[in-house]
């Protein structure tokens, strides 16, 4: 019976013991709903913290358990080599359960303001995060494949989630279809690295070309295949739509502003981290042979994206709008830092550490945004942030450090993020990018800084006529839980950014 | 206790500031205020008396390192005095003092956000002089600028939002052009360390290429130059100093727009001598025909008090940048000397002005008159202040200038005797503007306004941080000595007897 010897030999590297945070993730998301079920509905309030408080659980094993998976060399590669687990990985997952837990606390805020069903918002969510960890562990482009497609898909329900605003709905139909065609095309880049990997005739070719470190040795063999080159391509295509590229960003303003705002927050967050935490895989391990092709391709992509966001982020009014698109330029100097990689190690902590701060940054912006939102969470303008800083002085002070950072401006974490890919880029040598780079962050001082204005320097003056309301949405009163939350990443993007630590040490040491 | 002394001065003021937005009552905070305004002071003073006994390495008393978690990329958390930053450190131990004791006795509207912002801003001026990090030295500046943009677009005057914006958008700018370049210095050196110590030693003995030490200068005169409101790049000044409430624009004139010519001084010059050299000349000739002569001539027209001074510190920047353009260890000192006794001058000049206004309840200068006769000592006050801004004899301010025109009559004679005739402008729209505010007879508007509310006179709380700025003044200008013999040694460490052309072998 040599199949089942094959099966066992196969299952003799499952250990699902490496996989258990994306295991207890899947559970607690089944458990939500089974709660549901139960419960009665005036205990159904109860459901979230659980998912909350379930995840904050997981987060705490996956800390005291940082190093255990990697500790032994043989653990490395799981699954028969789908997945491949590394301090990278272990990194992202950290990074992708913080921001679900931030998701999840600001989805009960925006939740509270709209008449939907409740728990299943939070059970994708779960499911979301599961995937994404898998994603950034991913050796293996079936295995990438499927674990992107469940992120997309959970992401099309989320996106039009506030299903009786028409906005979200639009929303929701641009991401479908774009996010299909961009899945076609990574599909299409993927069979075609297929097949020409899987080719007898060429030297190098393997019985299994899904495989990165097969299709890697093949590449390597083949340094100068044509077809190969397109496939390359066609892939990196598919993950630019994910990351928000220059010219695969045309989704996002529309699609951010529909979006729920912890959505919103998600697909800013988690979805282009996952994006990066993939490319940097397929840049660092797999299409290395073929970096005279990746390198002008990502560098052309980077310059175009700070530019686009930048200039585009401008004229924005509609908050949701302005931070997608000031977004997709921080997906641009992200971009930077890969271009970087390719000669200067030093560049992926850099990356890492730029990563972390966003999400710091993001989610205390995106945490004010949710309770400054009203009833319709697509409207949200400029004018309704002022005065915030006199009304709610904590809000504002949590809005001005996180603006800051992404700004970069000093003493917070973004700050030092951007200056680690700087330095990363002189390094490698790329002047005409860093060039760019400069004129991007001079001008998006002009925007980060017109909303610190609106919420700081502008006063709500005009006496209010007889018969005519305030225009700004009534901001809801920070609870224990969400205030906790924002003074805590308020905090983290300060001390991150005066002091690294051995934080720093271990970011900047990472290699692939 | 004294090795970390240097870490003090920076955390005190931040650890006030922490605490008053703990939320305090605003009584228990002003004390707190006080102690973080008061500490640094006394270090800087303490540092000063001290220096000369204290030991020293590379010419740096008070050394004292501490590891951040960027070691790896030569970043490294480190603290010292050489004598060109002694003054310098004393300038904003001194200026933040007056400024902050002024501040807590104003009735500003949110009283405490007001001060943990200037708390803020103290911390990072004393950061900005004692990092021998380059990298520190440039993340303490956005420290203390950052408050400045946020206390002029709330507590600012007329046209706050745009002044806000734009000394922001230029600032940022000039900012972002000087952190490239000290990138670059880093990075060109190839001794991955952001130790301007080690940067020196290793430069020293093997000089950048000529090609690379031009482009590098070059980012850093601009972005500096930027900061220092060097002509055409000096619009944000005037318009910021104008919007600014008395104390931001008190400190941020007086000490942290020293940060571009310190970083010029300490930095630039020693690391890029041949980089200097290529740009001298350009830097000269905008230094005078711009920042002395045209906007010499524009603070002339004004109307607005404040915005007189504010031209009048631009105009001032101009023998600064002069000073540097000679390149020599004269006019360097001479420009140190300039920037502490402009620092105390103009911040004199800052407080004063808000204090006319207290009482004139305008700054233009056509709707007053006569005030000297309600207000003798505000009067003789100001007076005191705009001789000491012309660069009259037995100010600290004279021997800056003097010093100077001194280098660069070697220099350019005829580039001196322009600026010289400079000092003749500053005397006009000096004396001009203490004629028109005090003087004569008192115009219908202010006869009107002191008739509703009579002008009282300097009160303590005015008077006080006054008084620290113009002793300060005058113990400089008679005792010169005391900053120029800490002074000289550095100059004498830094700027060694001019060395030939370095040969093109040893070049990088």
Known sequence: MPHLDILKAAASSNQWMAIYPELLLGSLALVLLALEIILPKKQHAVIPSVAIIGQIGVLIWLAFNFHTVFLKPEHAYTFSGLLHHSEVGQFMRVFFLLASILVCVLGTIALAKQKMPRIEFFHIVLVVSAAMMLLAQSNNFILLFVALETVTVGFYILVSYFRTNPLSLEAGLKYLIMGALSSGLLLFGIVLLYGVAGNPTLPGSSANPMDFTALHTFLLANPNNFLASIGIVLVLSGVAFKIGAVPFQIWIPDVYQGAPTPVTAFLAVASKAAGFSLLLILTQNVFTPYEKLTTPVLAIMAAATILFGNLAALTQHNVKRLIGLSGVSHAGYLLIGVVAAGSQPLAIGAIYFYLFAYLLASFAVFGVMTHVAGGDDADQDLAHYSDLAKTHPFLGAVLAIGLGSLAGIPPLAGFMGKLLIFVAAFKAGLHVLLVVAIVGVVISIYYYFGWIKAAFFETWRAPLLEGETDLRPMCTPVGIMAGVALAMLALATVVLGCYQGAFGDWLLALKF | ?508
């Open chain 2, 1 to 508: 206790m004294f090795t970390h002394l240097l870490l003090f001065s920076i955390v005190a003021p931040l650890a006030a500031a922490a605490v008053i937005s703990a939320g305090l009552p605003v009584r228990i905070a002003k004390v707190a205020a006080a102690l973080g305004f008061a500490l640094p002071a006394l270090i800087a003073l303490h540092a000063w008396y001290h220096f000369a006994e204290s030991a020293q390495d590379h010419g740096y008393a008070f050394l004292a390192k501490y590891d951040t978690g960027l070691q790896s990329l030569g970043i490294k958390l480190t603290l010292g005095l050489n004598g060109i930053a002694l003054p310098l450190f004393v300038l904003a131990g001194l200026v933040g003092l007056a400024a902050g004791l002024y501040a807590i006795q104003s009735n500003a509207e949110r009283l405490k956000t007001y001060l943990v912002l200037l708390l803020v801003m103290q911390g990072g001026l004393m950061g900005v002089f004692a990092s021998v990090d380059i990298f520190f030295f440039y993340f303490f500046h956005e420290l203390a600028l950052i408050p400045t943009f946020i206390m002029v677009g709330i507590w600012g005057g007329r046209d706050r939002s745009y002044a806000a914006m734009k000394m922001t958008i230029y600032l940022t700018l000039g900012a972002m052009l000087s952190l490239i370049g000290l990138i670059a210095i880093y990075y060109k050196s190839h001794v991955d360390s952001f130790d301007l110590i080690t940067l020196r030693e290793e430069l020293l003995a093997n000089g950048l290429k000529a090609g690379v030490q031009n482009n590098i200068f070059g980012l850093l005169m601009f972005g500096f130059g930027i900061l220092v409101s060097l002509w055409p790049f000096h619009t944000w000044a005037p318009l910021g100093y104008g919007a600014a409430p008395s104390s931001a624009a008190m400190l941020h004139a007086g000490v942290l727009k020293k940060f571009g010519l310190y970083g010029l001084i300490q930095i630039a010059l020693p690391l890029l001598p041949l980089g200097a050299a290529h740009w001298a000349w350009t830097l000269a000739v905008l230094a005078v025909v711009g920042n002395i002569m045209v906007i010499g001539f524009i603070t002339i027209a004004q109307r607005d008090l404040k915005q007189l001074v504010g031209y009048s510190s631009v105009m001032h920047m101009g023998y600064a940048f002069l000073g540097i353009a000679t390149f020599t260890a004269a006019g360097i000192g001479g420009v140190v000397i300039m920037m502490v006794a402009h620092g105390f001058s103009v911040a004199l000049l800052f407080l004063l002005s808000t204090s006319i206004y207290h009482r004139t309840q305008t700054f233009d200068m056509t709707e007053m008159g006569g005030l000297a006769q309600k207000t003798p000592v505000l009067a003789a006050f100001f007076v005191t202040a705009t001789m000491a801004s012309i660069g009259l004899p037995g100010f600290a301010n004279f021997w800056g200038e003097l010093t100077i025109f001194v280098a660069a009559w070697k220099f350019s004679p005829l580039l001196t005797v322009l600026a010289i005739s400079g000092v003749i402008i500053s005397a006009v729209y000096g004396l001009r503007s203490a004629a028109r505010v005090f003087f004569g007879q008192p115009t219908e508007a202010f006869a009107k306004v002191s008739a509703e509310k009579p002008p009282v006179d300097l009160v303590w709380s005015e008077k006080f941080p006054a008084l620290i700025l113009i002793v300060a003044l005058l113990f400089i200008g008679f005792w010169p000595k005391s900053i120029s013999t800490p002074l000289n040694s550095a100059l004498g460490v830094i700027y060694p007897a001019p060395t030939a052309q370095l040969p093109a072998d040893n070049a990088k």
